[in-house]
């Protein structure tokens, strides 16, 4: 039921927001979006306290919180239905998505001047489909759902964006559009070679997890083929090297609040998908591919770093450094080892937090500075010193500096990945190269805020360059906070994690 | 034991520093620094107590806190290892932190500077991480805290942020230094794997062990051939000793760059931008010093590692030497310190790498008073000289600021290691340890110890020369400059910190005179019964960070053995009195040199030399080249790949949608007749179609 | 009883006389035409088989056939008209604007 009034609530909300007036569409979805948003933190309590060693949702569906099962359709034999139900790690993406949508919307008031009911309506749209996302256990529905953070997105960034918004939002629906469809392909190879009645994801793992005598095409087997064919379909949402070039075109056209979503939340649809699909569904096959994905993950990880080195474009540096930040959870999850898969599932909220946090910041810089360019601007630390000492402790976030929640990530990672019976002897040597990223990724926001921040004040403006309004600098404070929370006591999250990403690993390190 | 019942508050206190000055610091007097004050004031109490616990026989080893809970792996927590070496290393970053604010106010306050709570907050900081770092009791929290030990000199270095210098400084010492953390952090995760712990001393509960140590395991897989449980050498397919000499090397990378050893010094010199108590706190108690007194901490890891070791001491020595022949030519007073900083933890190296782990320690405990004192004192100067450092612009100070004088007089005596001041004592130790251990040991290590020995040996005449070149310039002669002859005056809050040092200075090397030890047989070599611990009883059993383990692992392990060609005290008073020798010798040639009231370049001689010396012998040039030089054109060229091929690809993918459906849609000519034929032609194949496929033909 | 191939080849000649007419002739009228000989073409194959099975479905098919016709050719005259009146000619292949 409570995932149900989630839904319903951003739902009626979203359409409500629609018709509502220009002048108060921006407080009325703030305030309808905190509704979800506290009603999430208030689940995430009940979670925390009650069902805190519940397992994995797809392995054991009975365990799963906040479970709801209504009969819907019956397709040509495939029986379908409203199934929805949150474990370890569905729920903490839950409420980073609740809680990332309320702030985005606060901090949208600034610079989001026309169209405003619609500008909110579609934010609160997105937020119903990527509530449902993460808290779908029946494919069609889950489908629906996925489908369905693209319409608003491809709004938000084809209607508010910038000068080459056209070609972004139009990049950005096609890309992830046919990769859907790769993906749908490669999984209904796998339900027509099995007996499944059901499209429930618990009922599709069982039967993948236990498929035998699938057919083998070209000598690949049909599981491995599939395995390829669903990761390139997600991989494109995560993304990787060299699925990834919508992604910078598209952070640096959206306006800020729809950047927040798209590198907080929208990315973790693919990782969560590859988690829940591939490395859950087909863990054998990924097991067995396990060295050549470990590669795609450490390529992403230096090749992102090293392209945000080359930017000036301060949402393309973090743009690209999204890039690498993603490739560590694609080594997490394919060592299959607690830390390394509960590492990357921690890595997904807490890069959701911080790149949400860093796209936020730089948004606000933008509002008062209008523009992004490194060496267009110098010495801002004099002008609005609070929201340049959260940006830097944003960007120490992002360098993974300890006790706030990347570091956890990607140490419990790079912990999980050293010695992953997956990747055999190739473990350390891949590790330490995906490592070499944490040495990166200090190389560019150092540049890039020596550059911006300090130094003597100058910016070409007409106007007074002051301090940020409170309503745009709170919602930096929050994310900050729950940054630091997340990084000076991981297990608040990481407990849930991984008693639901045990069964898959079965043990290890 | 109660006073360890307080001790997490030794790391607390100076955190809550930190955020009352950072929210509140603007509406108290002084800008926070008297909540800093208060703190450390109050951490530099509880260390002491804590010292005389662990001098009663007090041991304290136990997790505090989890941080990950493991299910079915590895469970991460933070705890708190009081022993000897903690508690010594507690009461040094405690006093010089709280010296240093006092200190502040006359050199921040006084001064007017804007942005003070900025500073005492990130003072706060800078304490507390260096503290929580001390009395880590594991690897894992040690690192933590040595990365927010690095976000700390970030952001104090780069305090005064409206120049352009201090924030390219503070970025060059978080990025070097983070280059050095890389290594350390693959060693952290390596010795995690290898091991599934990083404590670095077992835990003990009513004398049995509860958690083993990764140094004690490690011993065991080496002397006792206990290898079946690392799972991760089959993994790497190396043996115990030399994956174990890869993990030291690893962690050692963060230590070269902490410590500023070559070749990742280079960060330190440029970090004097940061004000100058910054600096004092930096170079003597805390970022520097975490380098050296983490190989300290896990000494028994090194212990079994030859290889490490004559690393280690090659390192040491070869920066001690490197980085003293930068300092005869430097022109400004923060320079030579900074120069004469990374040579003397160069000789801290040198003393772990060749066994002396008491010198090591001596050494970074009487390293820190004198240089927190020279660096204070020259904060003093240059308040004096209205903030201009360069000594050529100085000279004659001495009558106008006697204080200062002879405080900054006895840091440079112990600095050069000058009888009886205490550098001396502490460097004598080092020279002595390194030159004993390169005449027993035998093979490869004997060479590297010999080598290391060398160079320290000619770093000390060079140290003795810089030293005295710069009390010359600076307090000697005629004033060659208007400020210099009319200074500015200096308050109680910067002659204070200095008194305490300078008396310090002068008497610290008492607590471990071994030659006096070893000629009057009296037992006054304080400091090696303090890490060796009580003889009997007092700890548990199982503890094995005492120096008398260390020696034994040294001995039997590692192949380090001690040679005494003239008999142990003929081979003491022999090492003693060749480097006192050579010390004064170079006292004796800059005061030769640079005596006169109106002194000359006499460096210019050295010609093209001094060029090279003045640059450092090129180290940032190539350093700078290998970022901006290699890295970031190579960032280019992936970038016009990406933007070129990756994308291109993408791009093309549509164009050819595109095109192919520009010519495809010139069939639909908008003339009837043509539709009707295509019409009939499609029927027509398609009847064909059927037919062949149907058989009909 | 005359065979059914002689319908048959009847309705085929008819039918490609109509085609023929198609996609040579540019005239709107004689276009319409054609497909009054097409559509006949067709109702003399649904005649011709309901005589053979004895089944007047093709018959009543006829019919439709033919009330079909009749629609399509108010539909076609009523196109042509308009095809008139705004090329003043009735040549199909000057009406081209819906085209690329």
Not at chain 1, 469 to 485: E, G, K, N, R
Not at chain 2, 554 to 559: E, F, Q, S
Request: charged share 10%.
């Amino acid at each position: 039921m409570w995932v149900a009034a989630l839904l319903a609530v951003t739902l009626l909300g979203s359409a409500a927001v629609m018709l509502s007036p220009d002048r108060y569409a921006g407080k009325l979805a703030a305030a309808i979006s905190a509704v979800p948003a506290l009603a999430s933190v208030y689940m995430y309590y009940v979670f925390l306290t009650q069902n805190g060693g519940a397992g994995n949702a797809l392995l054991s569906p009975g365990e799963v919180a906040f479970g709801q099962q209504i009969p819907w359709i019956d397709l040509a034999g495939y029986q379908i239905s409203y199934y929805v139900g949150l474990d370890g790690v569905s729920m903490p993406l839950l409420a980073l998505t609740t809680i990332l949508t309320t702030l985005a919307i606060v901090s949208a008031w600034t610079p989001i001047d026309e169209r405003q009911s619609q500008f909110y309506g579609l934010m609160l749209f997105m937020e119903t489909s990527l509530v449902g996302v993460f808290a779908a256990l029946d494919f069609f529905l889950w489908f629906v759902f996925w489908e369905g953070v693209l319409i608003p997105m491809y709004f938000l960034i084809g209607v508010w964006g910038g000068p080459r918004r056209k070609y972004a939002a139009i990049k950005f629906f096609i890309y992830t559009n046919v990769a859907s469809l790769i993906m749908f392909a490669g999984l209904f190879a796998l339900v027509f070679n099995t007996d499944l009645t059901s499209l429930a994801l618990p009922a599709m793992a069982e039967a993948f997890r236990n498929a035998s005598g699938l057919p083998t095409i070209a000598g690949f087997s049909l599981a491995t083929i599939s395995f390829v064919l669903m990761f390139f379909g997600f991989a494109v949402k995560v993304p990787v090297f060299p699925l990834h070039t919508w992604l910078p075109d598209a952070h640096v056209e959206a306006p800020t609040p729809v950047s927040v979503m798209l590198a907080g939340v929208l990315l973790k649809m693919g990782t969560y998908a590859l988690l829940r699909f591939n490395f859950t569904m087909l863990a054998e096959t990924a097991q067995a591919l396990a060295i050549p994905l470990a590669i795609v993950g450490v390529v992403s990880v230096i090749y992102g770093a090293m392209l945000a080195l080359a930017q000036r474009d301060l949402k393309r540096i973090v743009a690209y450094s999204s890039i690498s930040s993603m490739g560590y959870v694609i080594l997490g999850l394919v060592a299959f080892t607690p830390h390394g898969m509960g590492g990357a599932t921690f890595q997904m909220v807490a890069h959701g937090l911080i790149s949400g946090l860093m796209f936020m910041t730089v948004g606000v810089i933008y509002n008062t500075t209008h523009t992004r360019m490194v060496g267009d601007m110098s010495g801002l630390a004099d002008r609005m010193p609070w929201t340049v000492g959260i940006f830097v402790a944003a960007a120490f976030g992002y360098m993974g500096l300890p006790l706030m929640a990347g570091f956890a990530g990607e140490f419990l990672i790079f912990q999980g990945a050293f010695d992953a019976a997956t990747l055999g002897s190739a473990a350390p040597v891949l590790t330490s190269a995906a490592m070499f990223g944490i040495v990166v990724v200090a190389g560019y926001l150092l540049w890039a805020m020596q550059r911006t921040l300090f130094g003597g004040f100058s910016l070409e403006t007409d106007y007074e360059v002051g301090p940020a309004a409170f309503h745009d600098v709170a919602p930096l404070a929050v994310l900050l906070l729950l940054v630091i929370v997340l990084g000076v006591a991981p297990d608040l999250s990481y407990d849930m994690i991984q008693h639901a990403i045990t069964p898959l690993t079965g043990g290890g390190a | 034991m109660a006073a360890f019942t307080y001790a997490p508050a030794i790391v607390l206190l100076p955190f809550v520093s930190f955020l009352v000055a950072l929210f509140a610091g603007d509406r108290m007097p002084k800008g926070g620094a008297l909540a800093g004050i208060t703190a450390t004031g109050g951490s530099l109490l509880l260390s002491i107590w804590v010292a005389l616990t662990v001098a009663g026989g007090g041991y304290h080893n136990e997790f505090i806190y989890t941080w990950v809970a493991g299910v079915e792996s590895v469970t991460l927590r933070f705890g708190l290892l009081l022993d000897p070496l903690s508690a010594l290393m507690l009461l040094i970053v405690t006093l010089i932190s709280f010296l240093v604010h006092i200190f502040s106010l006359g050199y921040m306050n006084d001064e007017g500077e804007t942005g003070l709570p900025r500073y005492y907050a990130g003072l706060g900081l800078f304490t507390a991480s260096m503290l929580g770092f001390v009395v880590a009791n594991n690897l894992l929290m040690a690192f933590m805290f040595f990365e927010l030990v690095g976000l700390c000199s970030y952001l104090l270095i780069g305090f005064w942020f409206r120049e352009d210098g201090p924030p390219s400084a503070a970025k060059k010492a978080f990025l070097v230094t983070r280059f050095g953390d890389y290594f350390f952090l693959v060693g952290v995760v390596g010795i995690f794997a290898t091991f599934g712990t990083g404590l670095f001393a077992p835990v003990t509960q009513n004398g049995e062990v509860v958690a083993q140590s990764f140094p004690v395991l490690a011993e065991h897989a080496v002397v006792d051939g206990e290898t079946g449980p690392i799972a991760m050498l089959d993994t790497v397919g190396l043996g115990a000793q030399a994956w174990f000499t890869v993990l030291g090397l690893l962690v050692l990378g963060g230590v070269i760059g902490k410590s500023a050893q070559f070749p990742l010094h280079t960060w330190l010199p440029d970090a004097m931008e940061g004000p100058t108590p910054v600096s004092a706190l930096i170079h003597a108690a805390t970022m520097v010093a975490a380098g050296v007194y983490l190989v300290a901490r896990m000494y028994g890891f090194y212990a079994i590692s030859p290889t490490a070791l004559a690393v280690i001491a090659l390192v040491g020595g070869f920066t001690a030497l490197f980085a003293a022949t930068m300092g005869l030519v430097k022109q400004e007073i923060k320079q030579v310190l900074a120069y004469s900083t990374i040579s003397q933890y160069g000789y801290m190296m040198l003393a772990l790498g060749s066994g002396g782990y008491i010198a090591a320690v001596f050494h970074l405990t009487t390293h820190a008073v004198f240089k927190a004192l020279l660096f204070l004192g020259a904060g003093s100067v240059i308040i004096a000289m209205h903030h201009n450092e360069n000594m050529w612009d100085m000279g004659g100070l001495k009558d106008k600021m006697p204080v200062t004088y002879y405080t900054f007089l006895s840091g440079s005596l112990a600095l050069a290691g000058i009888l009886p001041f205490a550098g001396f004592w502490s460097k004598d130790e080092v020279l002595y340890e390194a030159l004993i251990h390169g005449l027993g040991s035998e093979g490869g290590l004997a060479t590297a110890y010999v080598l290391a020995y060398a160079m320290g040996l000619l770093a000390v005449f060079f140290t003795g020369f810089y030293t005295f070149r710069m009390v010359f310039l600076t307090f000697h002669g005629d004033a060659r400059s208007d400020t210099a002859r009319d200074p500015h005056g200096v308050r109680w809050n910067v002659k204070g910190p200095l008194a305490v040092l300078g008396v310090l200075a002068a008497t610290v090397g008492f607590i471990n005179m071994k030659p006096v030890a070893e000629l009057t047989g009296a037992h006054i070599d304080f400091l090696h019964a303090w890490l060796a611990g009580p003889d009997e009883g007092g700890w548990p059993a199982a503890l094995v960070t005492s120096s008398h383990h260390y020696e034994e692992l040294l001995h039997n392990v590692a192949g380090v053995a001690a040679g005494e060609p003239l008999g142990a005290t003929g081979t003491l008073l022999a090492s003693a009195a060749v480097s006192l020798g050579l010390a004064l010798a170079g006292a004796g040639a800059a005061t030769m040199l640079y005596r006169g009231p109106d002194p000359v370049e006499h460096t210019d001689k050295l010609g093209g030399l001094k060029t090279l010396l003045m640059h450092n012998y090129y180290q940032d040039e190539y350093q700078v080249w290998l970022a901006t030089g290699l890295t970031h054109p190579l960032a280019r060229a992936m970038d016009k790949f990406d933007q070129g091929v990756v994308d291109g690809v993408v791009n093309g993918i549509s164009s050819v949608s595109l095109f192919g459906g520009s010519r495809i849609r010139r069939i639909q000519s908008g003339v009837v007749n043509n539709y009707a034929a295509l019409l009939t032609l499609g029927l027509v194949l398609l009847l064909a179609a059927f037919g062949l496929a149907g058989g009909w033909f | 009883m005359i065979p059914a191939e002689l319908y048959l080849l009847l309705s085929a000649a008819l039918f490609c006389i109509g085609l023929f007419g198609i996609l040579t002739r540019r005239n709107a009228l004689v276009f319409l035409m054609s497909v009054e000989l097409m559509l006949n073409a067709a109702n003399i194959n649904f005649v011709a088989f309901s005589l053979q099975h004895g089944n007047l479905t093709g018959q009543v098919f006829a019919l439709f056939g033919m009330a079909l016709a009749a629609a399509e050719v108010a539909i076609g005259i009523g196109i042509i008209l308009v095809l008139y009146r705004n090329f003043s000619d009735v040549d199909v292949t000057k009406a081209t604007t819906m085209r690329w």
